[in-house]
């Protein structure tokens, strides 16, 4: 993946741990130039350099509508350019009262939607702004889920977090829509389970691994790791798709093509 970000400004919201620092390494890797936002307090990755000159850190909270446009004015300021924004900032809504409908609380479903999809919202339009304002074609990359259009109901019913990533679809593909003519590009990658610190609860549970092994069969049958979306993430950033916009690319390990099994 060498060069194919070479000289490209790009912001990762959510790139401190998980999906998004293993982001970074690879965009750092093809030679891309980062403006990384994290939560403040949360734990950064090790492959997060924050001490390397083509990197920047931001300690912001994505679900605060500034924070988007905060960073993409820190990479102006710092690389004097913007050409590119990954979302990934989203997590598990589980602990604040995400489930199933009939026992899903008012909290549950507020605290999830704000941190999947009004999240996203924010940081999609401070970039479509910026674009805009400089009359430049752009990417923009979301981050979805297999959740939001490939339900697993035994062990992964959290209605919320389903619905926020199915919102996430929506906005993606109306934007991409209506900008095309801006050049500007819309995508979005939709993973399986990955081993991240939100999937901790399935990453330890032996029955939810069983299932795994049979959901998503691919590479004999395993959770996805970061690195899996690595490639797939560079190739949108970069000006090889510059052709593609609106799309949805699950990378899920043959998830939403496998049923799935269910020990007994």
Known sequence: MADRLDGRVVVIVGGTSG?????????????????VVGRPGETISSSVQTDRPGIRLLRADATHSQTASDAIELALKEFGRFDALYHVAGGSGRKAGDGPLHELSDEGWRYTLELNQTSLFYSNRAAVKQFLAQKSPGSILNIGSVLGFSPSPHHFATHAYAAAKAAAIGLTRSCAAYYAPHGIRFNLIAPGLVETPMA??????????????????????RIGQPQDLDAAAVFFLSDESRFITGQILSIDGGWSVSEGQVAE
């Open 19 to 35: 999906i998004g620092a293993s982001a970074v390494a690879a965009c750092l890797a093809a030679g891309a130039r980062l403006v």
């Open 200 to 221: 901790q609860r399935s990453a330890n549970d032996a029955r939810i691994l069983h299932f795994i092994s049979t959901k998503q069969p691919l590479d004999g049958g």
